[in-house]
């Protein structure tokens, strides 16, 4: 949605600003939801594969330092660092 929000070169009667906020409204409610149940923490990453990595478009809910539960353990997210920024700056946008 964000990406049409944003290559749409005119919304009819919508303020881009606006339908964008109200975008990201929404997907910050949805990231609480699942929030609550889940982390990509230490016990979670032991049962990937050998040689795995943890990959994320960013930006990440760190927990402890972004928020207080976010969605991966600062551990996990410090030890793959290098490789989620370097994965996360192919992203198209």
Not at 5 to 23: E, I, K, Q
Not at 51 to 65: E, F, N, T
Request: with cysteine; charged share 25%.
């Amino acid at each position: 949605q964000r990406t049409e929000l944003v290559r749409t070169p005119r919304l009819s009667g919508v303020d881009r600003t606006t339908a964008l906020a109200a975008l990201e409204k929404d997907c910050l409610s949805a990231n609480k939801s699942h929030a609550a149940t889940w982390e990509c923490d230490e016990p979670t990453i032991a049962l990937a594969e050998p040689g795995c990595l943890y990959m994320h478009c960013l930006p990440a809910d760190i927990s402890g330092v972004s928020c207080e539960r976010g969605e991966v353990a600062a551990s996990v997210f410090e030890r793959y660092r290098i490789a989620t920024y370097r994965q996360a700056s192919h992203m198209p946008f």
